[in-house]
């Protein structure tokens, strides 16, 4: 399974070269082997939480709820994995390993 993290969906949100790339890779995994954490999307959320509340006009808050809209669309897309007590562990288990 490939866990995507917020840096591979940020790249496939905005495309680049290294998106087309990651693209290239996830079209020979099956659907069902790609997804990504909760925890990146409550990343991305404050980051557009920030970035609206930054808008100071009317054209500009239109934009960026629209972009958080496709934002919501994208992540609708995958399958989200959940942040519970054996990923928890898991993680604790990780950050031991390297401190």
């Known amino acids: ?13 905005w495309g680049s070269n ?5 693209r290239e890779r996830l079209a020979d995994c099956e659907e069902r082997h790609v997804a990504t954490m909760i925890v ?3 990343e991305q959320v404050r980051g557009w939480m ?3 509340a930054r808008a100071r006009t009317l054209a500009l808050q239109v934009e960026a709820y ?3 809209r ?10 989200v994995l959940d942040f519970d007590s054996k990923a928890a ?4 288990q990780l950050r031991r390993t390297s401190l």
């Open 18 to 22: 290294s998106a087309a790339r990651l």
């Open 1 to 13: 399974m490939f866990v995507l993290d917020t840096d591979h969906m940020s790249l496939l949100e």
């Open 40 to 42: 990146n999307y409550e």
């Open 50 to 52: 920030a970035y609206i």
């Open 89 to 92: 562990d898991k993680y604790q």
């Open 70 to 79: 496709s934002h919501l669309d994208n992540y609708r897309q995958i399958p």
């Open 66 to 68: 629209r972009r958080l």
